[in-house]
């Protein structure tokens, strides 16, 4: 029937505890196949952050393994593990763009990994490099806005700042740790709609770490469900029930939630195409 | 009438009034025994004759020198490049402590951030006058003992408010950068250093203004500039070239503070 590709990422009993006894993460397994898109969900707390960063290494797991396309990223060290980082976009809740270096520099900051001390000290980026900042600058609307400074952006035009540095890595996977928790409704959805067709466009696998629901349901074909540092739910945009929620958030009355994931499912058709896509995958 | 109750309030209970009361009695006693221990070696003589003495030193000192100033170009030019060259060797040398002694950019903690932290100690302790001292022993007199006499001095000044504002810079930025799979060398130069320039910037500027000040007295010692004309004059007793020495010394201060508040101006 369906043979399902190799997995880009593995993640196989993921631990973290932290040096203050917090065990943030209580083994973990997730699979992602190439080009498939993952809201994680959660509360405040259940170790959305730090799952992601584990990936990336910017957190130490203390158990477990994590492999990118088949190299566990957990034994790497220096060189090599910056190496795997170039592989690894990752795009922040508020936006961590360099405040005072240009829309250019933050984006051509992606290629760091590429160029030598000097030639980076010295803003000499390769042709192609640069060739390729302008054109996703152009694609995600940026276009002209090379030399502003990131302080003078909105915080929706950083946050296209913020995906251009993460895509122009070429990478595999994308981490994106609540890209629209600082931004308003309406920019929110342009923000989440874009992501999706870059990752569709670049067959991009990507980990959304949400905290909006409907937001998550409506773009995201698949949600994992963390609590506690444990995923209580794995399954598609769809199945994302009251008793659902009720698990991964605890005891709440959440029928005005569903019934408003249910209306943006009805509003959106390009739902459907994402869940097909996700089926099929 | 009569029978209503007089609201009545203290700051303090009277146990607490007399503790104050004994307090204030102490200390005025502990004053007066002081001052009785300061003064036991004065000769009042010599006191009460102050203003006398302040008077003669005055009349002699007025009016001034005023042709003296044409020798005293060279020497402030002098005072100026030692103040301005001893504050960018200070910059050059600060910067590279103050990412070793700050946490967040510390290679170790253990081993290098004291090391570090002790050098900007042992840079700060030490006043620039006594760094001329040495440096005139160990190099012989002149502007260049002066110069690294104030860029020793300032690694301890600079070294500690770079450091200091390092710690306060936004983590995220710089986690950022090292997700990108950037080498710690360019995390700090794309991560690091973008955050903390205006503080740089602004530090470099006000050192500058106090080097200008220090820098006058280092020819007391020998370390070239003003301060050797001026060691020269009080040794010959030529108080109305002392008077221009002053003005000129004043006036050098004066612009080096205004020009500083314009640029700390611009920077902000």
Redesign the interface.
């Known amino acids: 029937m369906q043979v399902s590709p190799a997995p880009v990422l593995e993640i196989r009993g993921l631990e973290k505890r932290y040096p203050t006894g917090d065990l943030a993460i209580k083994g973990v397994d997730l699979d992602l196949a190439p080009g498939a898109v993952l809201g994680l969900i959660g509360p405040s707390g259940a170790g959305k952050s730090t799952l992601i960063r584990c990936i990336n290494r910017l957190v130490e797991p203390t158990a477990g393994a994590i492999r990118l396309a088949g190299t566990d990223i957990g034994a790497l060290s220096g060189g090599a593990l910056r190496r795997e980082r170039r592989q690894i976009g990752m795009i922040f809740q508020e936006f961590a763009l360099v405040e005072r270096l240009t829309v250019m520099e933050n984006v051509l900051s992606g290629r760091l990994g590429t160029v030598g001390f000097w030639a980076s000290w010295f803003r000499r980026f390769p042709g192609e490099d640069i060739a390729a900042a302008y054109r996703l600058l152009d694609r995600v609307g940026l276009a002209g806005m090379e030399n502003k400074r990131a302080d003078a952006l909105s915080g929706g035009q950083r946050q296209r700042v913020g995906i251009a540095r993460a895509l122009i890595q070429h990478p595999r996977l994308l981490l994106v740790d609540e890209p629209t928790a600082s931004l308003d409704p309406k920019t929110s959805r342009q923000i989440m709609r874009l992501l999706l067709e870059l990752c569709r466009e670049h067959g991009l696998a990507a980990i959304v770490n949400i905290h909006d629901v409907v937001l998550a349901t409506e773009f995201l074909p698949r949600i994992v469900g963390l609590r506690a540092g444990e995923v209580v739910f794995d399954g598609p945009a769809g199945d994302v029930s009251t008793d659902v929620l009720t698990s991964i958030y605890g005891d709440e009355d959440w029928t005005a939630i569903t019934r408003r994931m249910q209306q943006a499912a009805q509003d959106d058709e390009h739902l459907d195409e994402a869940k097909l896509v996700a089926i099929a995958a | 009438m009569s029978n209503e109750t007089v609201a009545v309030w203290r700051k303090r209970a009277p146990r607490a009034e007399l503790a104050v009361f004994a307090a204030w009695v102490l200390a005025l006693a502990f004053t007066s025994w002081a001052f009785q221990v300061m003064t036991q070696d004065t000769i009042w003589a010599f006191v009460t004759d102050a203003p006398k003495q302040a008077a003669d030193i005055g009349g002699r000192m007025l009016p001034p020198a005023w042709s003296y100033i044409h020798e005293l170009w060279w020497p402030l030019w002098e005072t100026l490049n030692i103040a301005t060259l001893g504050t960018l060797l200070g910059i050059v040398l600060a910067t590279p402590v103050a990412f070793l002694a700050a946490r967040n950019t510390t290679p170790s903690r253990i081993f290098v951030r004291p090391i570090a932290l002790f050098v900007i100690a042992a840079s700060r302790s030490i006043n620039s006058l006594i760094w001329a001292l040495l440096l005139v022993a160990i190099l012989g007199p002149g502007v260049l003992a002066g110069i690294i006499a104030i860029a020793l001095r300032s690694i301890g000044f600079i070294g500690k408010l770079l450091y200091e504002s390092i710690e306060e810079i936004?983590a995220?930025?710089v986690?950022?950068?090292?997700?990108?799979?950037?080498?710690r060398?360019?995390v700090m130069?794309?991560?690091v250093a973008?955050?903390v320039?205006?503080t740089l910037a602004g530090i470099s500027v006000f050192r500058w203004d106090i080097n200008i000040r220090e820098s006058t007295v280092l020819g007391l010692v020998g370390a070239g500039g003003i301060g050797l004309k001026l060691e020269a004059a009080l040794g010959v007793l030529a108080w109305p070239k002392v008077t221009m020495l002053l003005i000129a010394i004043l006036a050098t201060v004066v612009v080096s503070e205004w020009i500083t508040a314009a640029v700390r101006k611009r920077l902000i």
């Open positions: 936004d995220t930025q986690e950022a950068i090292a997700a990108t799979g950037a080498s060398a360019q130069a794309w991560g973008p955050q320039m205006p």
